[in-house]
């Protein structure tokens, strides 16, 4: 059925589609950087603490928009241990990675090729565009795969 929709609604679609995962992906990926950010100084702070509920329906799954709450073990010296360890791995993590800006470059310029290459292949497959990888090969006549095989060239 979705092969006779007009080219015009399924494109409509596809960026549809396209920018609520993108939604979703980047709001998962903020959350968990906000949250680890954070979690060094003892406070759990969640943006959209309910994302992945399952028993809540699809917009509850965004209400409500923050939570912040005191950790437990704020003053437990295992964690704060653990709290600054991550924070000093963290922090030379950066500092190597920012270091030499090739690297940065290198980053960013990868990342957007990838990104665009999954977008242009979701496009290909969603407006249902052949692609070069799942052609059918040509079979070759029996006349052909003998004179392949036992002819030499002149």
Not at 110 to 138: H, I
């Amino acid at each position: 059925m979705f092969k006779v929709w007009p080219e015009w609604l399924r494109l409509a679609v596809w960026y549809a589609s396209w920018y609520f995962l993108v939604f979703l992906l980047g709001t998962a990926v903020l959350r968990v950087i906000v949250w680890f950010i954070i979690f060094h100084i003892g406070l759990d702070f969640w943006i959209f603490p309910n994302y992945w509920a399952d028993e809540d329906s699809i917009l509850d799954s965004f209400r409500p928009i923050l939570s912040l709450e005191k950790r437990t073990d704020i003053f437990d010296w295992k964690m704060g241990t653990i709290r600054i360890i991550s924070a000093l791995a963290i922090a030379n993590g950066l500092q190597e990675f920012v270091r030499d800006p090739t690297k940065i470059e290198e980053f960013t310029s990868g990342a957007s090729e990838a990104w665009n290459d999954v977008f242009q292949w979701g496009e290909d497959k969603f407006m249902g565009r052949p692609d070069n990888t799942t052609m059918l090969q040509t079979k070759k006549s029996a006349r052909q795969i003998y004179a392949e095989a036992f002819m030499e060239d002149e």
